[in-house]
């Protein structure tokens, strides 16, 4: 019989607060970091984690926030991007993980790529999944989130509330797919079950308005990407409307050698694409870092 990679399911303190990660593959193994978006969790990262475990050592953390991390009052945290990569950055030194191709997808991008820049020597390649670096791939969708970000009144934040309703997490789960029975309902009862905790819509309206703080930092990411050529593969759903493909294809003008593969799903590609997925993501993997 196959042997099947045991997943484990724990907790660091880190900056005060407890952040979950899940973790499994051999100890000494090259690390897969996993970086996951919004509205879920490492949760996102269920199904792939004992898919590359045999042969890697695979760490998907919860962000304070999300998930089984913390979630402190929004008054008393910074629920930004560049202290998630602060806490990922202290959680991979608790870990000695010191070098690591990231998976990024929606904020574990701006996550991933805030730490790239804190550590450039430790990255070791980039799978990305939908997840932005480019103004071309921050389309309609963002709008009002822009209006957000010029002007961060209590009306502006309060027309942002719809993102964190029932029916836009499910939209986030279904859009574009066309087999909606290989999505599991799982999801989008999970994610909203967190994001209706008490205290949470503050901390998802604080997210929305600190990841314009990303935008600007968009030429360091670019720049890193042509300066360290970091083998890079790209696996993005293509109906995505929040981080459409418009976003995936400028990441060549950096990246020439990275490999595209633009698949018939959306936001969510692993739910429903994740047996194409694997063999593409697998075969990167023992490419770059395999041994």
Same mark, same amino acid.
Not at 53 to 78: C, L, M, N, W
Not at 95 to 122: C, F, I, S
Not at 140 to 149: A, G, L, V
Not at 204 to 229: C, H, I, S, W
């Given at each position: 019989?196959?042997?099947?990679?045991?997943?484990?399911?724990?907790?660091?303190?880190?900056? @005060?607060? !407890?952040?979950?990660?899940?973790?499994?593959?051999?100890?000494? +193994? %090259? #690390?897969?970091?996993? =970086?996951?978006?919004?509205?879920?969790?490492?949760?996102?990262?269920?199904?792939?984690?004992?898919?590359?475990?045999?042969?890697?050592?695979?760490?998907?953390?919860?962000?304070?926030?999300?998930?089984?991390?913390?979630?402190?009052?929004?008054?008393?945290?910074?629920?930004?991007?560049?202290?998630?990569?602060?806490?990922?950055?202290?959680?991979?030194?608790?870990? @000695?993980? !010191?070098?690591?191709?990231?998976?990024?997808?929606?904020?574990? +991008? %701006? #996550?991933?790529?805030? =730490?790239?820049?804190?550590?450039?020597?430790?990255?070791?390649?980039?799978?990305?999944?939908?997840?932005?670096?480019?103004?071309?791939?921050?389309?309609?969708?963002?709008?009002?989130?822009?209006?957000?970000?010029?002007?961060?009144?209590?009306?502006?934040?309060?027309?942002?509330?719809?993102?964190?309703?029932?029916?836009?997490?499910?939209?986030?789960?279904?859009? @574009?797919?066309?087999?909606?029975?290989?999505?599991?309902?799982?999801?989008?009862?999970?994610?909203?079950?967190? =994001?209706?905790?008490?205290?949470?819509?503050?901390?998802?309206?604080?997210?929305?308005?600190?990841?314009?703080?990303?935008?600007?930092?968009?030429?360091?990411?670019?720049?890193?990407?042509?300066?360290?050529?970091?083998?890079?593969?790209?696996?993005?759903?293509?109906?995505?409307?929040?981080?459409?493909?418009?976003?995936?294809?400028?990441?060549?003008?950096?990246?020439?050698?990275?490999?595209?593969?633009?698949?018939?799903?959306?936001?969510?590609?692993?739910?429903?694409?994740?047996?194409?997925?694997?063999?593409?993501?697998?075969?990167?993997?023992?490419?770059?870092?395999?041994?």
């Amino acid at each position: 019989m196959t042997n099947i990679p045991v997943v484990h399911h724990k907790t660091a303190k880190v900056d @005060g607060v !407890d952040v979950f990660y899940r973790e499994a593959g051999p100890a000494n +193994a %090259p #690390v897969v970091l996993l =970086l996951h978006g919004f509205p879920t969790s490492s949760h996102m990262f269920r199904n792939l984690i004992p898919l590359l475990a045999d042969k890697y050592r695979v760490i998907a953390p919860d962000y304070p926030g999300f998930g089984q991390s913390d979630a402190p009052d929004h008054t008393k945290f910074e629920y930004g991007f560049g202290h998630y990569a602060d806490i990922v950055d202290d959680l991979l030194g608790q870990l @000695g993980a !010191d070098r690591y191709t990231m998976y990024v997808m929606d904020y574990g +991008a %701006p #996550v991933g790529y805030r =730490l790239a820049l804190k550590h450039p020597e430790r990255v070791t390649g980039f799978i990305v999944q939908n997840g932005n670096a480019y103004e071309e791939g921050l389309r309609e969708f963002w709008d009002p989130i822009k209006t957000y970000w010029a002007d961060h009144s209590q009306k502006n934040r309060e027309a942002l509330y719809v993102l964190v309703k029932p029916e836009t997490t499910k939209f986030q789960y279904t859009d @574009g797919v066309s087999d909606l029975t290989r999505i599991s309902p799982d999801n989008w009862v999970h994610d909203q079950a967190l =994001l209706d905790r008490p205290g949470n819509r503050d901390i998802q309206m604080d997210l929305f308005r600190d990841y314009g703080t990303n935008v600007p930092l968009y030429p360091q990411f670019q720049a890193f990407f042509r300066e360290r050529k970091p083998p890079t593969i790209i696996v993005w759903g293509k109906n995505d409307v929040i981080f459409p493909e418009a976003g995936a294809h400028p990441y060549v003008r950096d990246l020439p050698d990275a490999e595209v593969h633009i698949l018939n799903t959306g936001h969510f590609a692993l739910e429903d694409k994740l047996d194409e997925m694997v063999p593409l993501i697998r075969s990167f993997l023992d490419r770059t870092i395999g041994r």
